[in-house]
Nanobody, 120 residues
Framework: QVQLTESGGGSVRSGESLTLSCAASGNIFKLGTIDWYRQYPGKQREFVATLPTATITRVADSVKDRFTVSRDDAKNTVYLQMKSLKPEDTAVYYC??????????????WGQGTQVNVSS
């Protein structure tokens, strides 16, 4: 059994920063690609960032000037650093991960989400 758990969400004012974490736990051989998504009420989840490896990352054009991503494979944890937050960043943020339980044995899991609220 493997699990992804997001943390770090909360309520901030416009212009402030937050760092979200996505930690994998359970029977983990290694982490594959980890993605971040966000979801507005009544909308589908939208792509925010992807991290195939620690050195290969891509962030959505809509946030690339403000959001950065990183991963610490030793801790099985991925981070989403968000700065200069805007009210339109208010959403539930999810991580999705390809997790290897062994060579050739992988699963895709979603975290439960963490709420980010940005007030003006």
């Amino acid at each position: 059994q493997v699990q992804l758990t997001e943390s770090g969400g909360g309520s901030v004012r416009s212009g402030e920063s937050l760092t979200l974490s996505c930690a994998a736990s359970g029977n983990i051989f290694k982490l594959g690609t980890i993605d971040w998504y966000r979801q507005y009420p009544g909308k589908q989840r939208e792509f925010v960032a992807t991290l195939p490896t620690a050195t290969i990352t891509r962030v959505a054009d809509s946030v690339k000037d403000r959001f950065t991503v990183s991963r610490d494979d030793a801790k099985n944890t991925v981070y989403l650093q968000m700065k200069s937050l805007k009210p339109e960043d208010t959403a539930v943020y999810y991580c999705r991960g390809l997790i290897f339980k062994g060579p050739g044995d992988s699963v895709v899991e979603w975290g439960q989400g963490t709420q980010v609220n940005v007030s003006s």
